[in-house]
């Protein structure tokens, strides 16, 4: 019997599937694919993370890609580019266009799948699609929208929305606030575009949440700065004479008369409908809304004739638009056609689904679609009871539908909080609580007495059984991945998912928090292999491991740890901050000594946070908030000299905003010799221990809570940590110094303190755990060191006492153990290790003020003494006090200005200063007249590029600090720079952005003559200043802003005469 040809339209996610399971069955079909868009099968689902990779010239090696070209070869699988554009059932054939020339073709088949989804459903309001360019057989057809209207759907959309913006567009408009709205705003807050979100509906997301949920989601994406209009109607798309988009009209809800949004960019994302037009064409029966009418065994009106994914109608009813049900029908239909019509029925899938929309996890599951369909979740049900629960703080919301007993669970909505969305999922399609209580199940404790029972997941922390799905998408149990970890010898994520395609749907199971690495984890733990878990492709260890191995082999520089412990040349920008910490939370010398200072984040670099400006803001130690008169005065009078503005901090402590760098020496000697002390507010490390007045002065004080905060205070500064530290003593239970959240809290009591450990405010606060009573002062420091110190040795980068403390087993009582009872004999190390620290203790400024060596680190300019006004926001006077005015400058995006590779005949050679001045591996700044370069000298590199020169100002809001970036080096070749200030990142070599190719540096030749003097050769100054200035008015009109620093006043802000300053000798 001849070979059955089997033809799928549609080379998606599903069709691909498809293809890959009938591969798969070892069945003798042959196979042809045909594929509309220009590359082979790649995941839509994660359309966002484009924006992250921007590799669609990879073509079909993207990382979203599924396959490619040669593995489809490979597979014998004939893959055709063209768009279908007929069916001829009777003859069997297939005609289509082929992509670039559109000749036309066709192809026979034996069998016919259509996979062909659906596109985006663009409402016919005026100015949204150009009436006499609608194309009825191709309703993506992007010639039938204005300039500036988009769709949300494939990697060409998303390349023309990068294509406006990089010509200049910056506000967009997105249609929609369901599912694909939001992953629409999210593709446009990717781009750094003023974002409207329009729905019609009361509230976000109307079919998956009610109101409440609607309404937790709107504030959470509202935080990020997108703006939410629900309840509008969009009366028009506005156009310019040049048919481009330049507003859209709404009515809001109880306003009267429409308004205009200005925008350039129209995104509409409002729903989908099925591509059913081959089938209408064709003459197959249509579903009731559309689509492919197809049976239990996915076969249409015409035998011969299949349909899958969105384009299927179910029994004529309900076309899916969700990963899992297409999946789950390509099972179906292959068994079908492998083992005979009948062999599997599909009759419908779960609706429940779990996305992270904006940073915001939102999930909704059901037991039946019923949840859905007659909205269980509204509470109009009688038959259905629900509990819900609001977290203010946290910003999260749940609610959980029962049946009217309580017996069984039949859906839920999370909203900021989805991490039990497995768990909920699985209870909800069993016929009980499984031993769970609702109230239980709705604050995500555990049932009664269920802590003395064996864990339903073995302890690999899912919460799952093995019969459970931990891939909801594709339908995989965790039964299932552990098999493909053990016996297909899959231990990474990457070869997980080729193994068994786990988290090739949303991804979600596989992100660091989801169920399938905590698998991984627990299953190789029991195999004895260990997990990838270094911290870059620089050091295959963690920071737990590298600390050790700094320690025991007692080595002093990154240079040391990259020979002994690394890869490579210099590290980058994520390993050099955390060697910083090893270095210093073990040996604790100064940061900015012998060449230190070029692996410091941003702030420790300079011994103070920078501010948005380039600016810097300075925090003196005040200990237990206990100050004097004179020191208040002494630090006012310094404060007022440099024009600096004032404010109580939030912890506590007294804050000049607003220093330039290099009058930071200056300001630190004045605060030494008043007696004040760096409090390493820039720095990972003690920030301050607040108290209350205690016995000093309450009348209901217990202990002298002033005098134990200043003996912590003095006892832990300086002490560098994998995170901030904050402490707290409260003179008695009535806790105004808040101890209990803070990493140590001390609360006093008539016999002694109690100490608590592990609580932190911030973005998600935690209680800190009561550890011990009633201490004396002795026991209490000794107990707080060694958790200090188990801390610092044994944390993750970044990572706060709460979460390490969370993630030790066993906790608070775990702690107890090693601390008090020394259960892992590392006691008298934790005490040398505390005592070390203490001894290395210096004042970083004190430093600074008195080595003149050290000032100059600080030096605004490599080339000259002279030194200019660097900010790039404009001064105004605010309560009685002169800060920057409050709006960010908009990023300047597209091409750079210039490039050393077309460097014109008229441009000159510069001096940037002596050779010798250039840290190893940093950068300075150069004056060019009013214009600011960043040199920088990399000596282990090759020699072409062992000095870089690029502009100083960064692209993204304008700050002149590209100078005092982080240089790393990529496994690529590529050298990396990070702007101090926001962290993006740039190829030094050729200027390009990384994070954002939109924003690009300017690069300038460089050369070092033989005097050791550094050359850059740059356009004339004057015409520099201009082009700069130019693209920058450029950027303000693209924005819509005003250049107020341009046409603000130049001034002074300093009372004293600049005359008197001395500079240093360069």
């Not at 859906?411 to 609702?438: C, E, M, W």
């Not at 007696?675 to 990972?684: L, R, T």
């Not at 009872?821 to 008298?828: A, Q, T």
Request: with cysteine; proline share 4%; aromatic share 8%.
């Amino acid at each position: 019997m001849a070979t059955k040809h089997v033809v799928v339209l549609g080379h998606g996610p599903i069709g691909h599937s498809f293809i890959e399971k009938l591969k798969e069955s070892g069945a003798p079909f042959r196979i042809s694919v045909v594929c509309e868009e220009p590359r082979p099968a790649y995941n839509r689902v994660m359309l966002t993370q484009y924006f992250e990779d921007l590799d669609a010239a990879k073509h079909d090696e993207m990382k979203l890609s599924y396959v490619t070209e040669n593995k489809l070869k490979e597979q014998d699988v004939e893959l055709i580019y063209g768009r279908a554009t007929a069916v001829d059932r009777a003859a069997r054939s297939v005609a289509y266009e082929a992509q670039g020339t559109g000749a036309k073709h066709s192809v026979q088949y034996d069998t016919l799948v259509m996979a062909t989804g659906s596109y985006c459903f663009v409402p016919p309001t005026p100015g949204m699609t150009i009436p006499d360019k609608r194309n009825p057989a191709w309703p993506d057809d992007p010639a039938s929208r204005p300039d500036g209207v988009f769709v949300y759907r494939t990697i060409e959309d998303l390349e023309s929305m990068l294509a406006a913006v990089k010509s200049g567009a910056t506000r967009a408009a997105v249609i929609g606030g369901g599912l694909l709205g939001l992953e629409a705003a999210k593709a446009a807050y990717d781009l750094k575009l003023e974002s409207h979100v329009l729905e019609m509906a009361p509230y976000l997301m109307p079919t998956q949440l009610n109101e409440f949920g609607g309404a937790v989601l709107t504030e959470k994406i509202q935080s990020l700065g997108i703006h939410v209009h629900v309840g509008v109607q969009i009366k028009e798309v506005v156009l310019g004479d040049d048919r481009k988009v330049t507003g859209i009209r709404i009515l809001q809800k109880g306003a009267e008369e429409p308004i205009v949004l200005d925008v350039d960019m129209v995104i509409v994302s409002c729903g989908v409908r099925p591509r059913d037009e081959l089938a209408k064409q064709c003459g197959l029966e249509l579903g009731a809304r559309g689509g492919v009418k197809v049976d239990t065994s996915l076969r249409s009106s015409d035998e011969n004739i299949y349909a899958i994914g969105e384009v299927a109608a179910i029994g004529g009813s309900l076309c899916y638009g969700l990963w899992a049900p297409g999946v789950e029908q390509a099972d179906a239909l292959v068994k079908n056609l492998v083992d005979g019509p009948g062999s599997a029925e599909y009759s419908g899938s779960d609706l429940s689904t779990k996305l992270k929309l904006l940073g915001c996890d939102v999930a909704s599951f059901g037991r039946t679609l019923d949840f859905w369909f007659k909205r269980q979740f509204d509470g109009k049900d009688p038959g259905i009871k629900s509990l819900e629960y609001k977290d203010e703080i946290n910003g999260s919301y749940r609610r959980l539908c029962f049946t009217s007993d309580g017996s069984q669970l039949m859906g839920g909505i999370l909203v900021g909080d989805a991490k039990d969305y497995s768990k909920l999922l699985q209870l909800s399609k069993k016929p009980d609580l499984a031993g769970n209580d609702p109230t239980g199940l709705l604050s995500g404790r555990p049932a009664a007495g269920a802590a003395s029972g064996a864990s339903v997941d073995g302890g690999d922390g899912t919460g799952l059984a093995d019969d459970d799905l931990i891939c909801t998408c594709i339908g995989l149990t965790k039964a299932t991945v552990r098999t493909a970890i053990v016996e297909k010898d899959a231990h990474t994520v990457p070869l997980l998912k080729k193994a068994c395609k786990v988290g090739t749907g949303c991804g979600g199971c596989v992100t660091p928090v989801g169920e399938v690495p905590k698998l991984l984890a627990h299953t190789l733990k029991k195999l004895g292999k260990a997990a990838a878990t270094g911290i870059c492709s620089h050091f295959p260890y963690t920071r737990r491991e590298l600390f050790q191995i700094v320690k025991v082999k007692e080595l002093k520089s990154i240079e040391d740890m990259l020979d002994a412990a690394g890869q490579g040349k210099g590290g980058c920008e994520l390993c050099k901050p955390i060697c910083a910490s090893i270095l210093a939370g073990i040996w604790n010398e100064h940061c900015l000594k012998d060449g230190r200072d070029q692996i410091q984040d941003t702030n420790d670099r300079f011994l103070a946070n920078i501010q948005k400006t380039g600016t810097y803001s300075i925090i003196p130690r005040c200990a237990g908030g206990d100050i004097d008169p004179d020191t208040l005065m002494a630090f006012a009078r310094t404060a007022k000299k440099y024009g600096l503005w004032t404010k109580i901090t939030g912890a506590q402590r007294l804050g000049m905003f607003g220093a330039e760098r290099h009058h930071l020496p200056a300001i630190y000697k004045e605060l030494v010799d008043a007696g004040m002390e760096s409090g390493q507010a820039y720095g990972k490390a003690l920030r301050a221990v607040k108290s209350c007045v205690g016995t000093d002065w309450c009348r209901y004080g217990q202990q002298d809570s002033v005098n134990m905060a200043v003996i912590m205070e003095n006892r832990y500064k300086g002490i560098r940590s994998p995170h901030k530290l904050k402490m707290a003593v409260s003179g008695c239970l009535r806790e105004c110094a808040e101890a209990q959240g803070k990493d140590v809290g001390v609360i006093a009591t008539q016999a002694g303190f109690n100490l608590y450990f592990g609580g932190n405010g911030g973005a998600k606060p935690v209680h800190a755990k009561l550890f011990a009573t009633d201490l004396d002062e002795k026991t209490l420091l000794k107990y707080i060191d060694r958790y200090l110190m188990f801390y610092i040795t044994t944390a993750k980068h970044l990572e706060r006492t709460a979460p390490w403390q969370a993630g030790l087993e066993g906790g608070i009582e775990f702690l107890k153990k090693v601390i008090i009872e020394d259960s892992l004999g590392i006691c008298e190390d934790l005490d040398k290790l505390m005592e070390q620290n203490k001894k290395k203790w210096h004042c970083e400024w004190k430093a600074v003020a008195y080595d003149e060596d050290l000032q100059k680190k600080f030096q605004q300019f490599a080339n000259t003494k002279e030194t200019h006004d660097s900010e790039h926001v404009e001064y105004v006077d605010a309560r009685g006090q002169r800060h920057p005015n409050t709006y960010s400058p908009p990023d300047i995006t597209g091409p750079a200005l210039y490039s050393k590779d077309a460097a014109s005949s008229d441009w000159e050679w510069i001096s940037a200063g002596k050779a010798s001045d250039y840290p190893r591996n940093g950068g300075l700044a150069v004056k060019h007249g009013s214009n600011e370069l960043a040199v920088f000298h990399l000596p282990n590199q090759a020699s072409e590029l062992q000095w870089l020169a690029v502009q100083n100002i960064c692209p993204h809001k304008q700050a002149r600090t590209i100078s005092r970036g982080l240089v790393g080096e990529l496994a690529s070749g590529a050298i990396t720079l990070a702007d101090p200030i926001y962290k993006t990142t740039y190829d030094l070599r050729t200027g390009a952005g990384i994070a954002n190719p939109n924003l690009n540096l300017s690069t300038f030749e460089i050369k070092v003559d033989a005097d050791g003097q550094v050359l850059v050769k740059v356009p004339p100054c004057e015409q520099m200043k201009k082009a700069f200035d130019e693209q920058i008015d450029k950027a303000y009109q693209l924005a819509g802003m005003e250049n107020k620093k341009a046409k603000a006043l130049p001034e002074c802000k300093y009372p004293f005469n600049a005359a008197d300053r001395k500079s240093l000798d360069w």
